[in-house]
């Protein structure tokens, strides 16, 4: 009999291992016990073994995305100070993590200056994505203008293209920190007009519209990418005031406080230190 039972394992296994379910394969056995021990009966013993298929799968699917998109780190939005940047519309970056906007094949552009969590928050939404099925890639502007040139170089710019047509969201982050000139400028123009209506964009930048003149080299592109870009688009102000700065005056103050309280003649004025912090 526990011949015949470990005989049919075996063939469940190998039936399994055929179907390509890995996960099924190797917890069947063990889970066939427990079932049998908590009274589950054999359509409820089905539910949890292919339910641990699919958040297998689902989990090693987001891995997988989330490598593709060679993000430059991982950042959650749990990790943002909302309060430390007033500036920013925290209903609508939380809206945003739902994820609509890219299956309205919208975009979003986050713009202030540097320092006030523009790529934070641009990773964030790349991760969300990824764990929501979506194919993303994550590019430094200047990176992905540089691959454009190489390629078109090489008379490979067809590959690349193909490459970013597959995707749901594309990311370019830091438009505008270094000017790209005319062919890098007539590239990136290429690539944010063929994602129009087809997939969403992510740019982050630190220029005002009225500066973008100066980075794109030529005023009718600079209006046509407006143009695309802008139509459909959620804006995010990130601020003036970088949070870096912040933190680090916060921490000084606190360091001068601390030095006042404990009798130090050359202390500042008594500013109440924690009062900006959140949860304070
Ligand atoms: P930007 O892209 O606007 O120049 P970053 O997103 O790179 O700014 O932010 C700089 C650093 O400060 C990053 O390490 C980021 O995680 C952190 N940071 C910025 N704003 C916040 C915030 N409100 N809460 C937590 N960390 C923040
Ligand atoms: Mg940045």
């Known amino acids: ?78 990790e943002f100070d909302f309060p430390a940047q007033p500036t920013i519309n925290r209903l609508l970056v939380l809206d945003l993590m739902r994820c609509d906007y890219i299956n309205k094949k919208e975009n979003v552009l986050l713009i202030g200056a540097s320092g006030t969590g523009k790529t934070h928050l641009a990773t964030s939404l790349a991760v969300e994505a990824c764990s929501q099925g979506k194919r993303v890639r994550f590019y430094r502007v200047t990176d992905l203008v540089t691959q454009l040139l190489e390629a078109r170089e090489e008379r490979q710019l067809s590959r690349i293209r193909g490459q970013l047509s597959k995707l749901d969201l594309l990311v370019l982050d830091e438009l505008g920190y270094v000017p790209m000139g005319k062919s890098g400028a007539e590239l990136l123009f290429d690539v944010m007009s063929r994602a129009y209506e087809r997939m969403s964009l992510i740019v982050t930048t630190n220029l005002p519209f009225e500066n973008w003149t100066e980075v794109l080299d030529n005023e009718r592109l600079t209006g046509a990418t407006l143009d695309r870009l802008t139509h459909r688009c959620q804006i995010v102000e990130t601020g003036g005031e970088s949070y870096r700065l912040k933190d680090a005056r916060r921490a000084k103050r606190s360091r001068e406080m601390y030095k006042t309280e404990s009798g130090s003649p050359t202390g500042p004025e008594q500013t109440p230190v924690y009062k900006d912090r959140p949860g304070a």
């Open 1 to 78: 009999m526990t011949r015949n039972r470990d005989l049919e394992v075996i063939r469940l296994k190998e039936h399994l291992k055929a179907l390509r379910l890995p996960t099924m394969q190797a917890e069947c056995a063990v889970l066939a016990q427990e079932c049998q021990r908590e009274g589950v009966d054999h359509l409820g013993f089905l539910l949890k073994l292919c339910e641990l298929e699919v958040i297998e799968r689902e989990r090693k699917g987001a891995a997988r995305r989330l490598k593709a998109a060679y993000l430059p780190a991982i950042k959650l939005v749990s």
